[in-house]
Nanobody, 123 residues
């Protein structure tokens, strides 16, 4: 069983930066793909970024060049560094873990989820 705890969200202005963190419990963190999704009010949960056990990242087109995902296997933590934030980035951000290390963009393929952290970007 894996438990994920998201943190780091907040209220910022357009152009600001934030770093989200996701602390994981469990023995097999290093072998999992880890990802971030977000969900805005009235919208489906959407893929943001993922990083596989091999440290290979993937990103949604909407965040490429602005967001960076990284992982620390010793601390069992995954990070999402976000720069040049835009109002359309406003959403609840969720950390996710995939024990099969596939890193799919579909939320249904991810087994474990954090509780979410709110990011609000004002214009």
């Amino acid at each position: 069983q894996v438990q994920l705890v998201d943190s780091g969200g907040g209220l910022v202005q357009a152009g600001d930066s934030l770093r989200l963190s996701c602390a994981a419990s469990g023995r097999f963190f290093s072998g999992y793909a880890m990802g971030w999704f977000r969900q805005a009010p009235g919208k489906d949960r959407e893929f943001v970024a993922a990083i596989r056990a091999s440290d290979v990242p993937t990103y949604a087109d909407s965040v490429k060049g602005r967001f960076a995902i990284s992982r620390d296997n010793v601390k069992k933590t995954v990070y999402l560094r976000m720069i040049n934030l835009k109002p359309e980035d406003t959403a609840v951000y969720y950390c996710a873990a995939d024990p099969y290390d596939m890193g799919h963009t579909a939320a249904s393929n991810w087994a474990y989820w954090g509780q979410g952290t709110q990011v609000t970007v004002s214009s």
